[in-house]
């Protein structure tokens, strides 16, 4: 396997094997990336789609000591901020269950945990759209990503300060949105039992 190094030299004089192999390397967590901001699978394909083509298309400027994931993550935060910005897709678009939470429900499961599952990712995807942009695409990179806070900050081209207050106030936000919904499925259960009942 080739060092970031010698990908970004290949790439940076439009080698197509080196951009394939960087493709092969970085494909997976772009399009995750971009499935957990945007929500949508086709959303997902089309943006990873455009941060590769933006890769090529740049790559001829890069500097050889940049760091290569940050610098694919940084396009691919920036190209789905973008997204979400001019489509609106949080305000006007449908979802449906993508490949994300469904890969989080075990097949052993029995109908009644699997209902329960599929109800609790729901709440999680609604939650998530009640965050900003950037509060998001900082909670993607820190708990999908697993990347580390410096890491982030530089990705985002933040003060580490602004990074660690904009994770807070996401977490706050999903706190409360799931409290609510939790509360308010509560009230919706005891109403339907007592008029069974």
Request: proline share 3%; with cysteine; net charge positive.
């Amino acid at each position: 396997m080739r060092t970031d190094q010698e990908l970004i030299r290949g790439v940076k004089r439009h080698d197509p094997g080196l951009f394939e192999e960087l493709v092969r390397r970085f494909q997976q967590r772009v399009y995750f990336t971009a499935l957990r901001m945007l929500g949508e699978r086709d959303d997902a394909l089309d943006a990873a789609q455009e941060v590769f083509l933006k890769i090529w298309r740049f790559a001829p400027k890069l500097s050889e000591s940049i760091l290569l994931e940050r610098w694919v993550y940084r396009i691919a935060v920036n190209t789905c901020i973008d997204r979400l910005r001019s489509l609106k897709i949080y305000e006007h678009k449908q979802t449906h269950d993508n490949l994300v939470f469904l890969s989080l429900v075990e097949p052993s499961m029995n109908p009644r945990e699997y209902a329960k599952r599929m109800e609790e990712l729901h709440q999680v995807k609604k939650a998530l759209r009640e965050l900003t942009d950037r509060q998001r695409a900082i909670f993607v990179l820190r708990h999908f990503q697993n990347l580390k806070m410096q890491e982030i900050a530089d990705i985002m081209s933040m003060p580490l300060g602004t990074v660690k207050a904009t994770l807070h106030q996401a977490f706050s936000k999903l706190q409360g949105f799931l409290k609510k919904a939790h509360a308010d499925a509560s009230v919706s259960r005891s109403k339907s039992c007592s008029q069974t009942g």
